[in-house]
C-alpha cells in the first residue's frame, strides 16, 4: 500500500476547484493530489491542462449527488493510502440570480447537492482522515449567519450545541416552508443558494465538535471559507476575483501545519482572517 499523504478536491476541473488543485502543488503540498470531477472527460482533460503547466495530479471520478461513486472514492483511498490528509469540499451548484425554474426546484437542487451531498462526502470520508488531516467546506459570503432573518431560525442555527440531527431538521423545514410558499414569512433568506451555504457552516461547526471529540485520531481540522466573488461559471463570470485568487485562502486552510492553533473549526474569509459567523 502506498503510505504517502494524499488530498482531495471535489469538483477540481474547473474554477476555483482547478486553481485549488494549483495551490497544492505550487505550495508543494508532501503526498498525491487527487482531482475529483462528476464527468470522467472534463475531469481527465483538466489533468492534461495541468500536466501542460507541470504537475502532475491523479483522477478520480466523483459524482458527490450519487452515493456510490462516493463510496468506490472510499474504497480506492483505503486500498491505495489506507486513509485520507486533505479533503476540500468544492464541489457545488447555483442556479443565477434571474433563473425563471420554480423555487421549489431551486431549492431541492440546491441543497441536495451544496449541502446533503457534501454532508455524504463528509459521513463517508472523515472517518478515515488520519491523524493532522485538514478539512476545508467551500462557503460563501452569502453563508453567513446574518443572511437568517428569522430571529427563532438564527437562535437556533447560533445554537453551540447544535447537533448533525438538529441541523437536518432545520434544512428539511426550510425545504418545507419553500414547499408551502412561507419561506420568506418565516425569516429564510429568499436565495437557495445562500440558505445551502449558512447550512454548510453550520456544519463545519459540529464536524470539529465531533473530531475534537475523537480521541483516536489527533489534530483533525476543519474550516469553511469565503473564497470571495470569483469570475467563474458559477457567478456567471461576473466575480471580480481570479479562480487563483479564490484558491488562495482554501488552500491556505488546506496546508495548515500539524498543531496549528488557528484557525480551528472556524468561518475564514477570503483574506485568511477568522471572522465572527455568529456576528459579523
Not at 455524504?120 to 437568517?148: F, Q, W
Not at 489534530?219 to 456567471?236: E, F, K, L, S
Amino acid at each position: 500500500m502506498n503510505t504517502r499523504r494524499v488530498a482531495v478536491v471535489t469538483g477540481g476541473n474547473k474554477g476555483i476547484g482547478f486553481s485549488i488543485v494549483k495551490h497544492l502543488f505550487g505550495h508543494s503540498f508532501d503526498g498525491d493530489v487527487i482531482l475529483t470531477a462528476r464527468d470522467v472527460t472534463r475531469g481527465q482533460e483538466a489533468i492534461k491542462a495541468l500536466n501542460d503547466l507541470g504537475y502532475k495530479p491523479l483522477f478520480h471520478q466523483l459524482d458527490i449527488d450519487d452515493n456510490q461513486s462516493i463510496n468506490d472514492l472510499r474504497q480506492y483511498l483505503m486500498d491505495n493510502y489506507g486513509g485520507l490528509d486533505v479533503l476540500v469540499n468544492n464541489a457545488a451548484i447555483a442556479y443565477p440570480y434571474d433563473s425563471t425554474a420554480p423555487v421549489t426546484e431551486q431549492a431541492a437542487n440546491t441543497l441536495r447537492t451544496n449541502f446533503f451531498s457534501t454532508r455524504s462526502v463528509c459521513e463517508k470520508l472523515l472517518p478515515i482522515l488520519r491523524s493532522h488531516a485538514r478539512v476545508v467546506n467551500l462557503s460563501s459570503a452569502l453563508g453567513m449567519l446574518n443572511k437568517i432573518k428569522g430571529e427563532s431560525l438564527r437562535k437556533r442555527f447560533a445554537d453551540p450545541n447544535l447537533t448533525d440531527k438538529q441541523l437536518l431538521d432545520l434544512v428539511n423545514e426550510y425545504l418545507e416552508d419553500v414547499n408551502n410558499g412561507r419561506h420568506v414569512e418565516k425569516g429564510w433568506p429568499n436565495s437557495t443558494y445562500a440558505v445551502s451555504k449558512v447550512a454548510v457552516t453550520a456544519l463545519t461547526f459540529i464536524q470539529q465538535r465531533q473530531l475534537n471529540a475523537d480521541k483516536s485520531r489527533e489534530d483533525i481540522v476543519v474550516n469553511a471559507v469565503h473564497p470571495g466573488y470569483v469570475d467563474t461559471d458559477m457567478t456567471r463570470h461576473k466575480g471580480v476575483l481570479t479562480p487563483e485568487q479564490g484558491a488562495d485562502a482554501p488552500a491556505y486552510l488546506a496546508l495548515l501545519p500539524p498543531n496549528c492553533k488557528e484557525p480551528i473549526g472556524a468561518m475564514v474569509w477570503l483574506d485568511r482572517r477568522v471572522v465572527n459567523w455568529f456576528t459579523e
